[in-house]
């Protein structure tokens, strides 16, 4: 049995070779991942067994890529939903349980109604039963406060915090860019 081009995405690779992003995995599907070899932008590290074909044309299916060009990492992460999720690794940062990202919501530390601002060091994620009890009220009147303080994360620490997350599929070929290999055994 042929596995399908759509099972088979490439890692793509950072010019260090680094993953470009842990989480979400920075993975191409194979049209881009092919287009990206014929505008040589990257090099091919590893392949899958899987080949596509035209009658002029055959061309086994990358498994890792490494772009050329090294592409800086932003020093300063986006504010955004995804991120703070990522900051906090997706735990309640009140009674420390980790949820699926549609069951998280947003508290603001200081509320809003207070004066609090939507910022990276206001703002933390919580499960809906702690944001509902700890409502409007400050830290000192709920007697809740977060688990660690809220700051702005440097892109470096979300990687970090994204690298806990391990797909559900990983190809061989990519454990040894990733962090989730076994560990080597020092013999
Ligand atoms: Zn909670």
Same mark, same amino acid.
């Given at each position: ?9 490439? @890692?793509?690779?950072?010019? &260090?070779? !680094?993953?470009l992003?842990?989480?979400p @995995?920075?993975?191409w ?8 070899? %014929? ?10 067994? !899987?080949?596509?074909?035209s +009658? ?9 890529l490494? $772009?050329?060009? %090294?592409?800086?990492?932003? !020093?300063?992460?986006?504010?955004? !939903?995804?991120?703070? %999720? @990522?900051?906090d690794? %997706?735990? *309640?940062?009140? *009674?420390?349980? *980790? ?6 919501t947003f508290d ?18 919580? *499960?809906?039963?702690?944001?509902l ?8 009147q709920?007697?809740?406060? +977060?688990?660690?303080?809220p700051?702005?994360?440097?892109t470096f620490? $979300? ?10 599929? $990983? ?9 989730? &290999?076994?560990? $080597?055994?020092?013999?």
């Open positions: 049995m042929m596995a399908s081009p759509e099972s088979c995405p490439a @890692l793509v690779l950072n010019a &260090d070779f !680094r993953p992003s842990y989480f @995995l920075s993975l599907p194979w049209q881009e991942a092919i287009k990206a070899v %014929f505008l040589d932008r990257v090099n091919i590290i590893s392949e899958y067994d !899987r080949a596509v074909r +009658p002029s044309f055959e061309m086994r299916l990358p498994s890792v490494a $772009l050329k060009e %090294f592409v800086p990492l932003n !020093r300063r992460p986006a504010f955004t !939903r995804f991120n703070v %999720f @990522l900051r690794s %997706f735990a *309640c940062q009140y *009674c420390c349980r *980790c949820c699926p990202t549609h069951e998280l603001h530390v200081i509320p809003r109604s207070r004066g609090g601002r939507t910022t990276w060091t206001n703002v933390v994620t919580a *499960c809906q039963s702690c944001n009890l700890k409502g409007n009220r400050l830290p000192q709920s007697g809740m406060f +977060p688990k660690s303080r700051v702005q994360p440097t620490e $979300l990687q970090e915090n994204g690298r806990a997350f391990p797909p559900n599929y $990983l190809h061989e070929s990519w454990r040894d860019f990733l962090y989730w &290999d076994t560990e $080597l055994d020092p013999s």
